[in-house]
C-alpha cells in the first residue's frame, strides 16, 4: 500500500483551486470530470511534485454528516490537515501579504513551530517546521 | 478564543519545564542536519550536548518519535535524493550524503525508496526531460 492522495473536503471546488494554486503555490496535477458538479480535482507540492496528492472531495455538498463535522472543526479552530514548511515565519509572512487569515499565528511547541490559517473553504490547515 | 488555541496554550505551558531538554534534541538534530556526511555516533552526539548516550538517546526518541541514528539514516536517504536528482553519479552521492561504503548504500537506498540510486538517477532525469 501507499500513500498517494489525502482528502480535504471543500464546498467549492474551483474556489479551492484558485486559493491552494494562486496563494499557497501548489500545482494542479489531476482534473477529470465526474458528474455536472463534481470532478476529481487534485494538486501537489511544487517541491515534491511526485509527492502526494490534495484531493479537493466535495463531500460537504452530498453528504451532511461531512459539513456538520466540517463546520464542527472549523468553528473549534481545529486544523484536520496540516502541510509542512522549511520556515513557518517566512510562510506567515508571505501569505499574509496575501490576505490569508491566521488563527494561531507562528508559535513554538516543543520541537515544532507552527501556525494556522483559513483556507476559505471550510477548513483550518496548520503548517509545521520541525525545530 | 477556540477549543485549539486554549488547547495549544495548555500544552505549551506543560512543555515549558522541559525547555532544557528541547534545548538539547533540537541542539542534537540541528548537528546531525549540518554534519550528515561526516561520521557520526551516540557518543560523539552525546558529547556535544555534555549529556550521557543513554539519556541522550531516550529524549531524542521521546520527543521526535526516532532514535539520533533513525534520524540520521532518513536525513541521509533525501540527502542521496537530492545529489542523484542534481546528477551525482552513485559512488560520489554515497560518501557526499555519508555512507560508508557503495555496496551498504545501494541496499539501504533500494530498501527504503524501492529503487537501486541508478535506477532512481534514470527515472528523475527521465521525468525532467519530459
Not at chain 1, 32 to 60: A, C, H, M, N, Y
Not at chain 1, 78 to 97: A, C, G, K, W
Not at chain 2, 45 to 70: A, E
Request: proline letters at 4%.
Amino acid at each position: 500500500m501507499k500513500v498517494k492522495v489525502i482528502s480535504v473536503p471543500v464546498g467549492d471546488q474551483e474556489k479551492a483551486l484558485q486559493f491552494y494554486t494562486r496563494k499557497l503555490g501548489f500545482l494542479k496535477k489531476v482534473d477529470v470530470p465526474i458528474s455536472k458538479d463534481s470532478r476529481w480535482l487534485t494538486v501537489v507540492s511544487k517541491e515534491e511534485q511526485d509527492g502526494p496528492e490534495v484531493l479537493f472531495e466535495p463531500s460537504p455538498n452530498h453528504f451532511e454528516p461531512a459539513k456538520t463535522y466540517q463546520k464542527a472543526l472549523f468553528d473549534a479552530g481545529i486544523p484536520y490537515t496540516q502541510f509542512n514548511v522549511d520556515s513557518v515565519m517566512q510562510e506567515y509572512e508571505r501569505l499574509v501579504n496575501l490576505g490569508v487569515e491566521f488563527s494561531v499565528r507562528p508559535t513554538e511547541m516543543r520541537t515544532v513551530k507552527i501556525a494556522v490559517f483559513d483556507d476559505t473553504c471550510g477548513n483550518n490547515i496548520q503548517i509545521v517546521e520541525m525545530l | 478564543m477556540t477549543f485549539y488555541q486554549r488547547e495549544i496554550i495548555r500544552i505549551r505551558s506543560i512543555c515549558y519545564s522541559n525547555k532544557r531538554q528541547i534545548e538539547a534534541v533540537i541542539g542534537t538534530r540541528n548537528y546531525i542536519n549540518s554534519n550528515f556526511d561526516q561520521e557520526l555516533n551516540l557518543g560523539l552526539l552525546s558529547r556535544i550536548r555534555f549529556t550521557s548516550k543513554f539519556h541522550l538517546l531516550r529524549l531524542f526518541k521521546k520527543y521526535y518519535g526516532l532514535t539520533p541514528k533513525q534520524y540520521l539514516t532518513d536525513k541521509r536517504i533525501e540527502k542521496a535524493k537530492e545529489f542523484l536528482k542534481e546528477g551525482l553519479a552513485v559512488t560520489e552521492t554515497c560518501f557526499a550524503s555519508g555512507f560508508e561504503t557503495p555496496s551498504s548504500f545501494s541496499t539501504l537506498f533500494k530498501c527504503r525508496v524501492g529503487l537501486a540510486p541508478s535506477e532512481f538517477q534514470k527515472r528523475a532525469t527521465f521525468t525532467k526531460s519530459v
